[in-house]
């Protein structure tokens, strides 16, 4: 019963660190679909989530029968508790003032110069305002 309650936690704890990475790539999106346009923008967004149910179809399966779960398990729980430190240590350090809190908008306007500066910006796009 605990061992069914802890891979609850488990999958409760990856989905909210996976939620950050997408909030991260959506503000890419954003930036990408207000500067360059918005078929570009979602058509690779689209593409790479085509990508990743693919791999996760066609290698997932596969790699249990020829990786034992235990080493599998151990992997990606040394990773998650490798960045898990990190994050910890970010947010510490956010929260004494040691260092400078993430802002979405703000990174949202560094991507939109990048993109401006490759000189890839289509004309007449009206930049996304957060």
């Keep these: 019963m605990s061992l069914q309650l802890f891979n609850w936690y488990a999958m409760l704890a990856s989905f909210l660190g996976t939620g950050v990475e997408f909030v991260e790539a959506l503000t ?3 930036a990408v679909g207000a500067v360059r346009g918005w078929r570009t923008s979602l058509s690779g967004a689209l593409a790479a ?38 994050w910890l240590r970010k947010a510490i350090l956010r929260y004494s003032g040691l260092k400078a809190l993430h802002d979405e908008a703000e990174s949202y306007q560094e991507e939109l110069e990048r993109q401006r500066n490759r000189g ?11």
Excluded at 59 to 83: D, R
Aim: include cysteine; proline fraction near 2%; charge should be positive.
């Design 28 to 30: 890419i999106i954003l």
């Design 49 to 86: 989530i085509g990508i990743l149910v693919v791999l996760v179809f066609c290698i997932g399966e596969s790699l249990v029968h020829v990786i034992h779960l235990f080493w599998v398990q151990l992997i990606v729980g040394l990773f998650m508790l490798l960045f898990g430190i990190r």
């Design 120 to 130: 890839e910006a289509k004309k007449g796009l009206i930049p996304l305002v957060l």
